[in-house]
């Protein structure tokens, strides 16, 4: 009985490390799903709505590539991951892909083998504080109890922030944010820190989010994008430049509402290429000349998924910020589709 | 010249492997045992096959970098510059601290509940059985969590006992019970401390040595000490006395607030406390159905013989009754206690930083060597588990019937 526990396992590895040799491109639309990892819930990234169904930023990226590679943007199988479980989800190929605000980082890319195949969210880490406890500056909380997740670059970032300005604290580690709102409110810790998007969005589903505060502090860099895994670049490519038509549309202006009269009666030569009536560039990445319109008309551009998710009309209420576009002052830039 | 006959021997020929009853289960067992290498050994190479074309490669270098979390309940000394070893060995410490506490509070929820459940008196009796019904009958994961949620909502946040309102106030001025721990008052070792704990050690042993002396005596003349109040004095006087006469020496650190959480004293997480908690309750329903099965084991003839010569009810199950049960209670003991180290690893469900919350939980994920770690976590376990299986079976060996 043990024996036989332990071959399977063995077998299990030796399987599934066989299957991510594989073309994941020509595995998805073999399979006809795209296999995505997710939050386990983040009100304005990734969390199902009230029908079950799942909604936002970084669930659109999902939904974009399916809709590029296989032509519908529900064929997603989102799976939930945790802070800990994510990167073996991805390696061992459970799912395809994570959209999972995942900060890109040296040693994620190159020792972990991931490829981070762009930023959808320059992001830093904050710290969110009731007002009651009439903190101003993160300097200020010296011997406070802080919540963290565990298993992220935050939970680094906590300890590197208070050891530079020679200050103690007490971690207590949480394993999802729902447990670490739910320690916070509860006042077993004194604030809660991570990603300043993440904050935003986790007080927006306070009862009373008027009573909380971010502190000024952004302690960290967190580039947040999707990651495929290292050694598949066809694949990689896909996803990367599914990302990057969004973004790109925003810059041309092309919207959900107007692609399919870009597609015919655009003159830029760069739309054209872009939504497939001019050039090859589909055929090239493996996929049909409608890829990008697709990803782009169930979806929208990259501004509109920002507007409907997170953006300053939605509870969560973040600016644009680093997150505009070059043109307009921020950081989000698409190499050219030429 | 003499010729020499060897005596008719059975010639082994090689059909007699398959034909000869003496050999056939050997046959097949040996073809068994060589299908199952060859097996193991494919899908061992397999496994490193796809594993080195991956890139994985099986490494512990990462154990000297630093680790560059913090832990806030430990026993050793530890901050995020040292390495993931040491955080490991937090780790470790961690999880037998929260083994040892729980098998503690089991056994002595367990042998009480066990007892109990025997008792003539309905209520109690039946309070027991509902105790264990409840409580082995429900996932420890679920107790774990349910106390841990009702200790962070029901208890005050720190800073209710702030201010001149304060909504919430320590207990005798030292004990504070707050949603993130308990916090208690601890020793201060002074000069000369170190005389009084040794004075005190000294007495344990003079109370042993007492009891024996008066057990030695009562066997040998009949004459019977008593032996529950000069314990207590050769426990407590001298120690007292040598307390005073160094001029006090040890002290005590309250707790007190400041800043945002009360500092000084020995703070009892939340998390250790829901976690060691949780594994007495559950383990301590198992543990009672033990005692009961082993006090029922004892033949009823026992108690009877023992009331027939006076003894008195309390007596009878202490000398009589519980002596005789432990031969039967020991053996399923020992697995409820591996069962309590292992199911310690339900930490992660609160934070309680263990091994698998250090080592298995943050340095896996921020090295990213998943495989390197969870073996190292397996051996870890084993030893533990094959250790405390070998301690506990000398102490069965010591308590079980001697057949002479």
């Given at each position: 009985?043990k ?12 399987l599934?490390?066989?299957a ?8 998805v ?9 997710v ?5 304005g990234f990734?969390?199902p709505?009230?029908?079950g169904?799942w ?5 659109s990226?999902c ?5 590029a590679?296989l032509?519908?943007?529900t ?10 479980t994510?990167f ?9 892909m994570?959209a999972?605000n ?8 190159v020792?972990?083998k991931?490829t ?6 320059y ?5 969110m504080?009731?007002k ?10 010296d011997?406070a109890?802080?919540?963290v997740?565990?298993?992220?670059t ?9 050891r530079?300005n020679?200050?103690?604290?007490d971690?207590?580690p ?5 447990e ?8 077993a810790?004194d604030t809660?820190t991570t990603?300043?998007?993440g ?5 927006a589903?306070?009862?009373?989010p008027?009573?909380?505060a971010?502190l ?5 860099k ?12 066809e ?6 430049w ?14 959900s509402a ?5 597609a015919s009666g ?8 872009l939504l497939g009536?001019?050039?090859t ?6 996929l049909?000349a409608d ?16 507007a409907?998710?997170?953006?300053e009309?939605?509870?969560i209420a973040?600016?644009?910020g680093l997150?505009a576009q070059?043109?307009n002052?921020g950081?989000?830039?698409s190499?050219?589709f030429? | 010249?003499t ?5 008719p021997q059975?010639s082994f ?6 034909y000869?009853?003496?050999y ?7 073809i ?6 060859v ?9 490193l096959?796809?594993?080195a074309?991956?890139?994985l490669?099986i ?36 999880t ?6 729980a098998?503690?509070?089991?056994t ?5 509940a ?7 008196n ?16 429900i996932?420890?994961l679920?107790?774990?969590i ?7 909502a029901?208890?005050?946040?720190p800073n ?5 309102n304060?909504?919430?106030s320590?207990?005798m001025d ?13 020793p ?5 401390s ?5 004075v005190?050690?000294?007495?344990v042993?003079?109370?042993?040595a007492?009891?024996r002396?008066?057990?030695?005596l009562?066997?040998s003349?009949?004459?019977?000490l008593p032996t529950?109040?000069?314990?207590l ?5 001298p ?5 005073f ?10 707790p007190a ?8 004293g020995?703070?009892?997480g939340?998390?250790?406390i829901?976690?060691?908690f ?10 009672a159905?033990?005692?009961?099965a082993?006090i029922?084991?004892?033949?009823k ?8 010569l ?6 009878i199950?202490?000398l ?12 399923p003991l020992i697995?409820q206690y591996?069962n ?11 934070g309680?930083m263990?091994i698998?919350?250090t ?8 090295t ?9 976590l ?15 079976n000398v102490y069965?060996?010591?308590v ?5």
């Amino acid at each position: 009985m043990k024996k036989s526990v332990f071959l399977g396992a063995l077998t299990v590895a030796g399987l599934a490390a066989g299957a991510a040799a594989a073309g994941t491109l020509d595995d998805v639309k073999a399979r006809g799903t795209l296999n995505c990892g997710v939050t386990t819930g983040l009100v304005g990234f990734a969390a199902p709505d009230a029908n079950g169904e799942w909604k936002g930023f970084d669930v659109s990226v999902c939904r974009a590539v399916a809709a590029a590679v296989l032509g519908d943007a529900t064929a997603v199988e989102f799976v939930p991951t945790t802070g800990k479980t994510r990167f073996t989800a991805l390696a061992s190929g459970e799912i395809d892909m994570l959209a999972r605000n995942t900060t890109w980082t040296f040693s994620r890319d190159v020792d972990l083998k991931f490829t981070f195949v762009g930023v959808n969210y320059y992001d830093g880490q904050g710290f969110m504080v009731p007002k009651a406890l009439g903190v101003s500056s993160a300097k200020e909380l010296d011997g406070a109890t802080v919540c963290v997740q565990t298993g992220t670059t935050t939970e680094l970032n906590l300890a590197d922030f208070f050891r530079a300005n020679n200050i103690s604290y007490d971690p207590v580690p949480i394993e999802t944010n729902a447990e670490g709102q739910q320690q916070y409110l509860a006042g077993a810790c004194d604030t809660y820190t991570t990603d300043a998007s993440g904050l935003a969005a986790t007080r927006a589903t306070f009862e009373n989010p008027g009573e909380h505060a971010l502190l000024p502090e952004i302690i960290s860099k967190e580039p947040l994008g999707p990651l495929v895994r290292h050694g598949d670049d066809e694949w990689g490519d896909v996803v990367r430049w599914t990302l990057n038509a969004l973004i790109t549309a925003e810059e041309l202006g092309v919207t959900s509402a107007n692609v399919n009269e870009m597609a015919s009666g655009s003159t830029n030569p760069e739309v054209k290429r872009l939504l497939g009536t001019e050039g090859t560039l589909g055929e090239m990445l493996g996929l049909d000349a409608d890829w990008a319109m697709r990803a782009i008309s169930s979806q929208g551009n990259y501004g509109e998924i920002f507007a409907t998710t997170i953006g300053e009309e939605t509870p969560i209420a973040l600016s644009r910020g680093l997150n505009a576009q070059w043109t307009n002052g921020g950081l989000i830039y698409s190499p050219p589709f030429r | 010249m003499t010729t020499m006959t060897d005596p008719p021997q059975g010639s082994f020929r090689l059909s007699m492997l398959l034909y000869d009853t003496r050999y056939r289960s050997m046959t097949f067992q040996a073809i068994a045992l060589l299908t199952l290498i060859v097996a193991i050994a494919y899908l061992t190479n397999n496994l490193l096959v796809n594993l080195a074309a991956q890139g994985l490669n099986i490494s512990y270098g990462f154990l000297a970098d630093p680790a560059g979390y913090d832990i806030d309940q430990r026993l050793i000394e530890y901050d995020n510059q040292m390495s993931h070893s040491r955080a490991a060995l937090v780790g470790v410490l961690n999880t037998l601290l929260v083994a040892f506490l729980a098998c503690m509070m089991a056994t002595i929820f367990g042998v009480i509940a066990g007892v109990l459940r025997l008792s003539k008196n309905w209520l109690v009796s039946k309070l027991m059985a509902f105790y264990v019904e409840i409580f082995r009958n429900i996932p420890v994961l679920i107790w774990i969590i349910i106390i841990y949620t009702i200790m962070t909502a029901v208890l005050p946040p720190p800073n209710a006992f702030r201010g001149d309102n304060a909504t919430s106030s320590m207990l005798m001025d030292m004990f504070a019970f707050t949603n993130r721990g308990i916090y208690l008052p601890a020793p201060v070792w002074g000069p000369g401390s170190m005389v009084v704990v040794a004075v005190f050690i000294a007495s344990v042993f003079g109370v042993f040595a007492y009891r024996r002396y008066a057990k030695t005596l009562l066997y040998s003349t009949g004459q019977l000490l008593p032996t529950g109040w000069p314990s207590l004095v050769i426990l407590l006087v001298p120690t007292i006395l040598m307390y005073f006469i160094m001029g006090r020496p040890v002290g005590l650190d309250t707790p007190a607030l400041q800043g945002f959480n009360f500092r000084g004293g020995i703070k009892v997480g939340a998390p250790l406390i829901a976690l060691w908690f949780a594994l007495s309750i559950y383990t301590g329903a198992f543990i009672a159905e033990n005692v009961r099965a082993g006090i029922q084991a004892v033949s009823k003839g026992q108690t009877e013989a023992a009331g027939a010569l006076g003894l008195r009810p309390g007596r009878i199950m202490n000398l009589v009754v519980l002596p005789q049960a432990l031969r039967v209670i020991i053996p399923p003991l020992i697995s409820q206690y591996l069962n309590i180290t292992k199911n310690s690893s339900l930490a992660i469900a609160v934070g309680y930083m263990d091994i698998t919350g250090t080592l298995g939980g943050i340095t896996l994920n921020q090295t990213g060597r998943a495989i390197e770690c969870v073996l190292l976590l397996m051996l870890f376990y084993l030893t533990i588990s094959l250790s405390i299986s070998a301690i506990m079976n000398v102490y069965n060996n010591s308590v079980k019937l001697k057949e002479r």
